[in-house]
C-alpha cells in the first residue's frame, strides 16, 4: 500500500549517486545481471551470436534482435491464476539499430543495399518471446520451448477494427486493406487486462519513402521522408516486393498496383497473444495511428468498458484515451474489445481541469469542428489513419512529447512522462517551461463521467534545486534524485513510481546527471531515490517484475550509440573490448527480498 500512514517507508534502499562508469550501478544490497542480450540465440537452428556483427539476416531472424525496449513478464500461469514467479513468458520490443553496430564494418547508404543486410536490419527489429525459468537462483532461457518466437519488420500480420478493409489501407500485398507485413520501431508497450501484449509502432515514418509532388495527409502529417528512407530499404538489391515496398511514391495506376498505402499500415498499437505462438499479430486500429510511444490499461472493472492511453511522441503531439464500447468480462475478454470504442484525446485546461475530446465522426461536436477548420473526413477510417490531424481540429493541448504512462493499481491515478521540448516558446499550464530540456511527469485523476480529470504536474526535471509545487507542497530535486529526460515508467504492485531517463548523448556526456538511470518515488509524499545508473551511452527503457516483486527485469537500449564500426564507446556487457550490445538487467535483492523495499 502506499498509505502515508504505512510503518515501513516505501522506498527502502539507499540512494545512489550519479556516475559515467561504463556498467550497471545499482544500490547496496542488490545485484544486476545482463540477460538475453541482442543476438541470443532463440528459435529454429539456435545461431550462435558473432562477436564481430557477421551474422546473417536469417541467423537475426531465429535471434533475440536488438535495442530492447518495452518489457513484460508472463507468469507461465497467465491465464490460471498468474502467481508464478519463477517461470514464464519475457516479451520484449526491439525498437531500432545502430549502423555501426549490426554488420561488421557498419551501414554504407547509398544507391543500393545488399540485400541480406536488410533483411537482418528488419530482422533486428519487432518482437521477441523469450520462455524463461529460474534454476536455482539463476534465470536461464528455455531454448526448446515452443513459446519462443521472433516476430520482425516482415512478419504478416492482421489489420482490424474501424480502419480494416478500408481504402487508405489497400495495397498490392492486401488489396482489401486487412493485412501487411511487420511491425517496425516499436517502443513501449502495455499488457492487456486479457494477457496479452501490445507492441507499439513510434517513428514508423522514416523508414518509407514518399518522393511524390505532393504526399498525402497521412503520410507529411507524419514525417514520411520525400528523398529516402532511413536505411534505404526500398533500395536493396534484390528488388523483391518486401524490400519495395518501402517506397511510397505513386508507381502504377491504382493503390492495388503499388505501395502508395503502405505506411497507412503502420502507427498502431499491435497486439500480440505470447501464449499463442502460431497466432497472427493484430494491428488495433481503433486505438488510432500516431508516433505510439506504448499504451497503459486502467485496471478492468467487471461490466465496465475497458480504458487504455496513449502518448504520441513527438514535438507538439498529444496524449489519448481509448474506451471500449463494449463491457468488459474477465471470462470473456479479449483483442475484439479493442476493436470498437472512442477514441479521445486530452486538452489540459490552466485551472487544473482537463477534458476528453472524441475523436468521433458521428459526434456532433467532431463535425462541427472539422468544419470550422475546413477539414473533411469521409468515414472514421480516415479520421483514424489521421489521428494527428483529427486531434489538431478538436483543440488538444500540445505537450512536450508524450512518452510512457502509469496508472496507480489502487486509486487509478494517471502519471504520463513529457520527456522534453527545446523547441517549445509558448508556455502553458501543463507545459510551464519554454525550452524545456529536462522534461516532468504529469498526473491526472478521471471524473465519473468519463470525459473530464483534474491534473497537476507531479514532478519536474532538472538539476538539484528544480522545484516542483509551491508553499508546503513544494518539492525540490536533490543530489539523491536529479534528473533529466523521463521515458520509461512504471507503478509496481506496491504502488512505486519507477522512472527511467533517455537523455540524449550530449545530456548525458555534458550535464549534471552522468550516465542514464532510473529512479523510484513514493507517488504520495514524492520522495524519490536514483535506484540504478546504466552503462555508457545507453538509454534505460522498459521494465517488469515477477508477481512476487523479487526479480525485477529492466532493459539497456543502446549501450555506446556513439560507436563507429572499429571504436566502441561502450563495451557493455561483455567488457573487455567487446562490441556493445543491448540487453535485459535482471535486478535481484541478495537476501531475496522485493526490489526496492
Ligand atoms: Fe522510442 Fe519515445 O521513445
Ligand atoms: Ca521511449
Ligand atoms: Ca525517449
Ligand atoms: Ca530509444
Known amino acids: 500500500s502506499s498509505s502515508s500512514s504505512s510503518v515501513a517507508p516505501l522506498l527502502g534502499f539507499a540512494a545512489i549517486a550519479t556516475t559515467r562508469t561504463d556498467t550497471i550501478t545499482v544500490p547496496a544490497g542488490y545485484s544486476a545481471t545482463a540477460f538475453v542480450p541482442w543476438g541470443t540465440p532463440l528459435t529454429g537452428n539456435l545461431p550462435a551470436y558473432k562477436d564481430d556483427a ?65 533483411r537482418k536490419e528488419i530482422a533486428a527489429h519487432g518482437v521477441s518471446v523469450i520462455h524463461i525459468r529460474q534454476n536455482g537462483s539463476q534465470w536461464e532461457v528455455v531454448s526448446s ?48 487486462p486479457w494477457n496479452t501484449y501490445l507492441t507499439a509502432e513510434e517513428n514508423w515514418a522514416g523508414y518509407f519513402v514518399n518522393k511524390d509532388a505532393a504526399q498525402p495527409r497521412e503520410h507529411s502529417a507524419y514525417g514520411v521522408p520525400s528523398s529516402n528512407g532511413r536505411y534505404y530499404w526500398e533500395l536493396a538489391e534484390s528488388g523483391s516486393d518486401e524490400y519495395v515496398r518501402f517506397d511510397a511514391s505513386t508507381k502504377g495506376d491504382s493503390a492495388l498496383e503499388d505501395y502508395r498505402n503502405e505506411p497507412n499500415t503502420f502507427g498502431w498499437m499491435v497486439e500480440i497473444d505470447p ?17 505510439h510511444e506504448g499504451v497503459i490499461f486502467a485496471p478492468a472493472v467487471e461490466g465496465q468498458p475497458v480504458v487504455c492511453y496513449s502518448g504520441d511522441d513527438s514535438t507538439n503531439e498529444y496524449i489519448y484515451k481509448f474506451v471500449s464500447a463494449e463491457p468488459y468480462y474477465k471470462a470473456t475478454a ?81 502519471y504520463f512522462t513529457l ?51 509551491e508553499g508546503t507542497a513544494a518539492v525540490a530535486l536533490t543530489a539523491e534524485n536529479h534528473f533529466a529526460s523521463p521515458d520509461g515508467l512504471w507503478i509496481d504492485q506496491r504502488g512505486v513510481l519507477w522512472i527511467q531517463t533517455d537523455m540524449s548523448g550530449s545530456q548525458q556526456s555534458a550535464g549534471p546527471f552522468g550516465n542514464n538511470q532510473m529512479l523510484a518515488a513514493d507517488p504520495v509524499t514524492k520522495e524519490t531515490k ?51 550490445r543491448s540487453a535485459t538487467v535482471i535486478i535481484t535483492k541478495n537476501d531475496g527480498g522485493v526490489i526496492g523495499a
Open 530 to 580: 536514483r535506484f540504478l545508473v546504466g552503462p555508457t551511452d545507453c538509454e534505460i527503457t522498459g521494465i517488469t517484475a515477477t508477481p512476487d516483486l523479487k526479480t525485477l527485469f529492466i532493459n539497456i537500449q543502446h549501450p555506446g550509440d556513439r560507436s563507429t564500426p572499429t571504436n566502441f564507446t561502450s563495451n557493455w556487457p561483455e567488457g573487455g573490448s567487446a562490441r556493445p
Open 275 to 291: 501464449f499463442d505462438p502460431e497466432g497472427r499479430p493484430q494491428k488495433r486500429t481503433a486505438l488510432g495511428r500516431f508516433g
Open 145 to 192: 520451448s515452443p513459446f519462443n518466437r521472433r516476430i520482425t519488420g516482415a512478419t504478416p500480420m492482421d489489420i482490424r477494427g474501424p480502419a480494416a478493409g478500408s481504402s487508405l489501407l489497400a495495397t498490392k500485398y492486401s488489396p482489401n486493406g486487412t493485412s501487411t507485413r511487420g511491425t517496425l520501431n516499436n517502443c513501449g508497450m502495455g499488457s492487456t
Open 54 to 118: 557477421s551474422n546473417s539476416g536469417a541467423d537475426q531472424e531465429q535471434q533475440v534482435g536488438t535495442h530492447h525496449d518495452g518489457i513484460h513478464f508472463y507468469p507461465i500461469d497467465a491465464k490460471t491464476t498468474g502467481n508464478n514467479s519463477n517461470e514464464g513468458l519475457l516479451v520484449m520490443n526491439h525498437e531500432y539499430f545502430d549502423p555501426n553496430l549490426i554488420h561488421t564494418n557498419g551501414v554504407t547508404l547509398g544507391a543500393t543495399r545488399p540485400t541480406d543486410e536488410v
Open 419 to 469: 520527456t522534453n521540448n527545446t523547441g517549445r516558446t509558448q508556455t502553458d499550464a501543463a507545459n510551464p517551461r519554454a525550452n524545456n530540456a529536462t522534461g516532468h511527469i504529469i498526473r491526472w485523476r478521471e471524473n465519473a463521467n468519463g470525459t473530464s480529470f483534474n491534473w497537476d504536474i507531479f514532478l519536474l526535471g532538472g538539476d538539484v534545486g528544480t522545484t516542483t509545487g
Open 334 to 414: 479479449g483483442g475484439w474489445l479493442l476493436n470498437s470504442g472512442t477514441l479521445y484525446v486530452a486538452k489540459f485546461n490552466s485551472d487544473g481541469t482537463g477534458e476528453w475530446l472524441p475523436l468521433d465522426i458521428t459526434n456532433a461536436n467532431f463535425i462541427a469542428k472539422a468544419a470550422t477548420a475546413g477539414v473533411s473526413f469521409a468515414n472514421q477510417a480516415d479520421v483514424l489513419v489521421n489521428t494527428r490531424l483529427a486531434a489538431d481540429v478538436m483543440g488538444a493541448t500540445p505537450m512536450d512529447r508524450p512518452e510512457w504512462g502509469a496508472v496507480h493499481p489502487d486509486t487509478g491515478e494517471v
